[in-house]
Nanobody, 115 residues
Framework: DVQLQASGGGLVQAGGSLRLSCAVS????????MSWIRQVPGKEREVVSC?????????YADSVKGRFTISRDNAKNMLVYLQMNNLKPEDTAVYYC???????WGQGTLVTVSS
């Protein structure tokens, strides 16, 4: 069974930081790219960031470039992180980790940024 468990969300003031984690199981972790996607109710999902399976390539949405950093632990821990700095109220959303191109999603973690 493929499982993705996101955690680390919470309430933070604008300008603050949070680190999201996604624990992955049920796959050969090194074989897959990983992404973080966020969704605000009533709006379309936004791909926030992606990391390649092994060569260190990353992608960031323009809205988070320079503030968010994605990383992964390809050792036995099988974790993907999203370090979020200088948070803004418009970053408020439910954040999901996802294996790109699949229907494998974590349950989401809520990030709320107050102004």
């Amino acid at each position: 069974d493929v499982q993705l468990q996101a955690s680390g969300g919470g309430l933070v003031q604008a300008g603050g930081s949070l680190r999201l984690s996604c624990a992955v199981s049920g796959i050969t972790f090194d074989d897959y790219a990983m992404s973080w996607i966020r969704q605000v109710p009533g709006k379309e999902r936004e791909v926030v960031s992606c990391t390649s399976k092994s060569d260190g390539s990353t992608y960031y949405a323009d809205s988070v470039k320079g503030r968010f950093t994605i990383s992964r632990d390809n050792a036995k821990n099988m974790l993907v992180y999203l370090q979020m700095n200088n948070l803004k109220p418009e970053d408020t959303a439910v954040y999901y980790c996802n294996i790109p191109g699949t229907n494998y999603w974590g349950q989401g973690t809520l990030v709320t940024v107050s102004s």
